[in-house]
């Protein structure tokens, strides 16, 4: 089973997106987190920077949205190059709605789940998804420390997965590194969002390739994958839709 690295430009140099993009071409996705200073303590970026960067890399782009009325914007996420959107289930009015509009436009749709929300609610919601990340730290900073009380909860997800036979990505987002990582892929992750373990390091595309053969060693070993399918072509491809292939 094929992991999948998603470095964070949260942790990267704002001033030279375009090179730190560059420095890490051999990940899975470009990590953007999207944050408006309401629905989380902290402002980041928004639609403008996200076209630009869409025009710099030709890594795909996976918008987080950390933001209110993400059934307002989310959309326009996707207008601006966004291949992926996630936005927070606390934070949307109707989530059903908003990821089949993320899917008409052409883009996966992902939801995310802050660390004292539940997963079990929302079982009835996953066939809806492409992705749902699991957060693990408190949403709004970089650097924090990795939550293991959420590996329990990342288990209960892959059971709900596994129950319904969805081809659904498992992304765990905060505190991601070489000593979490094995974990978070052990308990039933597949797509690891790491910001400091990535930029922090020397050689930022090394590092890539380093958590990446650490989650795939861990997953091969895990109990959960033994069902696990992927679509031939690797984790990155999916079946094309009326609007396009979704990345």
């Not at 919601?125 to 990795?146: K, R, Y």
Request: glycine content about 6%; aromatic content about 6%.
């Amino acid at each position: 089973m094929a992991a999948q690295i998603n470095p964070s430009i949260l942790s990267a140099d704002f001033a030279r997106l375009a090179d730190e993009a560059k420095a890490v071409e051999g990940a899975d996705w470009l990590h953007v987190d999207v944050m408006d200073n309401h629905f989380v303590p902290n402002l980041t970026l928004g639609v403008p920077v996200v076209e630009s960067l869409a025009r710099a890399t030709d890594t795909p782009l996976d918008c987080h949205l950390m933001i209110e009325a993400p059934d307002r914007w989310a959309p326009q996420y996707v207008e601006a190059g966004a291949s992926s959107v996630t936005f927070h289930v606390e934070a949307a009015a109707a989530p059903v709605r908003l990821a089949r509009e993320i899917r008409a436009k052409g883009a996966r749709a992902s939801m995310a789940l802050r660390p004292a929300t539940p997963i079990e609610p929302y079982e009835d919601l996953l066939p809806e998804l492409d992705m749902l990340l699991i957060m693990t730290v408190e949403p709004g900073f970089g650097g924090q420390a990795f939550l293991d009380i959420m590996l329990p909860k990342i288990r209960r997800t892959r059971e709900l997965i596994r129950k319904h036979g969805l081809e659904l990505w498992l992304q765990v987002d905060g505190g991601v590194s070489a000593d979490t990582i094995e974990r978070c892929a052990e308990a039933g992750a597949d797509v690891f969002v790491a910001g400091s373990a990535v930029y922090g390091a020397s050689d930022p595309a090394e590092a890539v390739r380093a958590l990446r053969k650490q989650a795939e060693e861990a997953t091969a070993k895990a109990s959960w994958a033994c069902d696990h399918q992927v679509l031939p072509g690797g984790p990155g491809r999916q079946e094309p839709t009326e609007s396009g292939p979704r990345q």
